[in-house]
């Protein structure tokens, strides 16, 4: 069995949750975990108990709320057994106190609250747990139906407790606490963390927790997303660029194509961020393509997050236009993953980045697009902010990061319900303009903090055979209004390659 000290920290059974706590809870003391039904609590509360058993520590879960049969079916639903660890439940007094099971039945409502201590008492004395769960003080509001009297109690729980090598979690389900939180009761515990759950207009309910207050352990303060699946809470720390600061020389990248790698002076730099914007069909997926395919034909890991188009759609356009991406998939060098925005989190999407930066090495990441990204995001300024900071851990990770913007409208006036650009190191622009009878594309730099760019307006061209830039295009009208004309000489255009599709 391992030897604890007061100074040693107290895993959760929680890696996330670990990481937000520093380590764990320090030892001995006393903490609080409340939320509202159905937030988490028992979930992570078992999985406290299955860690110290796991280092060979008694556990003792102690339930007023449920009965045992109800336990293991939570248990059960994750795959595991509460046989592990003591479980003493107040519908059975003489198991309570380690008699012979009897047929009596006693509620906790049916008891006075100072026998209700005294069995919580006699249960630690035989079983000298090293850690306790105490589920939950709702009954215990009930049993002492005033406030001051349950107090008094909680704080002989806690003079009890002290002195014994005993790490105690109690959980609340704020049911009849005084305006959803007891803050005496906060004040009472060394830590406190607290569990929500957020129901949003459409799609999946949103989990995340905070950590009120941790005495003597500077965590990670505001709030973590986490979702509950088979096995565990999931618990996704929120990111903080400043912690994996990493010295990264800047190089260019290049897309493979000459012209386009010149309009930001030899391609953007790596640790960099571009922003491709422009109407639909201007090409802003391809260019990002151009990019993915040339890394993974160096052999570089790339992802690809797909919010808006299918996977199966984007490989056939991606083949259309002479990229085999279904070959580096093949061979491991490239990642699609189709995210459903109605069912991720941000921070389980800041996770998953993560997981493809230090597991895989990725060095090129695009993300298709930010309205599907916003779609996952209950608040623009909160988007905003969020993206920052995972663009920052990229940056400082060395990562290309390739940030799709889809503009409303397809000719006039455009706009953007995310203003994104001034976060993105470059942004690219493209749009149609009309020229001889026909809508073409243009390409243009708009900003590049890596170094210098270009500033003429050029053509695309986007065909079976890959991505041309042309020449750049001096006589246009109306480039600020959205809609570009071409009034010049028709021998700067591009026409069709012989055997392009």
């Not at 803050?183 to 905070?210: K, N, W």
């Not at 088979?230 to 994996?244: C, F, M, N, S, T």
């Not at 034909?297 to 188009?309: H, L, S, V």
């Not at 890959?466 to 004309?485: I, K, N, S």
Request: proline share 4%.
């Amino acid at each position: 069995m391992t030897i604890v000290t007061d100074k040693d920290p107290v895993s959760t059974g929680n890696d996330g949750l670990d990481l937000i706590l520093k380590g764990g809870l320090p030892a001995n003391r006393m903490y609080l975990l409340e939320g509202a039904p159905g937030s988490g609590k028992t979930t992570l509360a078992l999985q406290f108990l299955r860690e110290g058993v796991r280092l060979g520590e008694p556990a003792l879960y102690i339930t007023l709320s449920e009965t045992r049969d109800e336990l293991a079916t939570v248990a059960g639903s994750h795959g595991w057994s509460i046989d592990d660890f003591e479980v003493f439940e107040f519908n059975a007094a003489e198991d309570a106190l380690g008699g012979e099971r009897g047929q009596s039945i006693i509620h906790p409502w049916e008891m006075e609250l100072g026998e209700t201590v005294k069995l919580i008492r006699a249960e630690v004395e035989r079983v000298k747990p090293r850690r306790v769960v105490f589920d939950s003080l709702s009954e215990m509001r009930l049993l002492a139906q005033e406030s001051l009297r349950f107090r008094r109690q909680i704080l002989a729980i806690k003079q009890f407790f002290a002195g014994r090598d005993t790490t105690v979690l109690l959980v609340d389900d704020l049911s009849g606490a005084e305006n959803g939180r007891d803050s005496h009761l906060h004040s009472l515990c060394h830590g406190v963390i607290t569990l929500e759950r957020l129901t949003l207009d459409f799609g999946a309910a949103r989990r995340r927790l905070q950590v009120q207050k941790l005495r003597g352990v500077a965590f990670t303060a505001g709030y973590h997303d986490f979702t509950i699946r088979k096995g565990g809470l999931e618990v996704y720390p929120r990111l903080i660029a400043a912690d994996y600061h990493a010295d990264v020389k800047a190089v260019p990248v290049s897309s493979g194509v000459k012209a386009l790698d010149d309009l930001l002076a030899g391609g953007p730099l790596s640790g960099t961020s571009v922003l491709l914007t422009g109407p639909a069909g201007s090409g802003k997926t391809t260019i990002a393509l151009q990019y993915v395919w040339a890394a993974c034909e160096r052999g570089e890991p790339c992802t690809i997050y797909q919010f808006d188009e299918r996977v199966s759609t984007l490989l056939i356009r991606a083949r259309a236009f002479g990229f085999d991406l279904q070959r580096h998939i093949d061979e491991g060098r490239l990642l699609i993953r189709q995210i459903d925005p109605a069912e991720i989190s941000p921070g389980e999407f800041a996770s998953n980045v993560r997981h493809e930066i230090e597991q895989r090495g990725v060095r090129m990441l695009v993300i298709d697009s930010l309205n599907g990204y916003l779609a996952a995001m209950p608040q623009e300024q909160q988007l905003i902010l969020q993206m920052h900071e995972l663009l920052s851990y990229l940056s400082q990770q060395g990562v290309v990061t390739f940030l799709i913007n889809p503009q409303h409208g397809l000719v006039g006036s455009m706009s953007t319900s995310l203003n994104i650009s001034y976060v993105a190191d470059a942004v690219i622009l493209l749009r149609f303009f009309e020229a001889g009878g026909r809508i073409r594309k243009a390409i243009s730099i708009i900003k590049n903090r890596g170094g210098q760019h270009e500033d003429a307006i050029r053509e695309l061209r986007i065909d079976g055979t890959g991505v041309r830039v042309g020449e750049p295009l001096a006589a246009f009208r109306g480039v600020l209004t959205g809609t570009p004309e071409y009034t010049g000489s028709a021998l700067p255009l591009m026409e069709d390659r012989p055997g392009a599709a």
